[in-house]
């Protein structure tokens, strides 16, 4: 997202979307990528395209601006996947805070296509960029735990770099193995505990906010976040 509240950490949330795409190329040369960003004031698709064709995001190309419609972004990519129908497609929701200015989606609307969604075996991912909240928030939509991760802005390349291993591992499982590979793709205790920078998983953090989308998908499967 766009929000005022992601100034102060826009430039490290915008690397690690590079070091996500540089990571999962790696592995994955087939997918394709949407990187989307989203405010009350729009919705834009900044990145669409093979990735190898990406080229790396500038902090400068957009910037912090307004209120965080959080559901209808939601809504929207979701509705973009299930139009397309990519066999396989991983979603990454990266917030610093919480909903405050959609108006038209609702927090039933979006729990039903996350289900439609699990049902699929497409992994849906919400990274807290330094907002602890994110869980509170994953599970109001009926995500659960290993979906959902809070970041310190110093972890979040390294975050992301987990999560692009973990796709790519997703989209290039057969599909035998499809369903031990979508398991696999959810966090784990330690990999939460290492991204919030808790040297256990029941330490405190301390709250604070930010948004963001993204998307990546391949010829086979579309996958994303934001």
Not at 73 to 80: A, H
Not at 86 to 98: H, I, K, Q, W, Y
Not at 135 to 145: E, F, K, P, V
């Amino acid at each position: 997202s766009q929000s005022m509240s992601t100034a102060g950490r826009w430039q490290e949330a915008i690397g690690s979307i590079n070091t996500y795409v540089k990571t999962l190329k790696e592995s994955a040369p087939n997918a394709v990528i949407n990187f989307s960003i989203f405010d009350s004031v729009s919705f834009d698709e900044i990145r669409e395209c093979k990735i190898t064709d990406w080229y790396d995001v500038s902090p400068e190309e957009f910037g912090p601006r307004s209120g965080t419609t959080l559901l209808d972004s939601m809504d929207i990519v979701l509705e973009k996947a299930f139009s397309e129908n990519n066999a396989r497609t991983v979603l990454v929701f990266m917030t610093d805070g919480e909903e405050n200015s959609s108006t038209r989606a609702t927090k039933y609307s979006i729990q039903q296509k996350l289900t439609r969604a699990e049902n699929l075996q497409w992994p849906t991912v919400f990274l807290g960029a330094d907002f602890a909240g994110v869980a509170d928030q994953a599970r109001g939509l009926g995500l659960g735990l290993q979906w959902q991760t809070t970041s310190t802005v110093a972890n979040l390349g390294g975050t992301m770099n987990v999560r692009a291993m973990k796709d790519a591992h997703y989209f290039n499982a057969s599909d035998a193995n499809l369903n031990a590979a979508y398991t696999a793709s959810g966090f784990t205790v330690n990999e939460q505990a290492v991204a919030s920078g808790k040297t256990t998983a029941n330490s405190n953090k301390t709250e604070t906010k930010r948004n963001m989308f993204f998307i990546t998908k391949s010829p086979m499967f579309l996958g994303g976040i934001t």
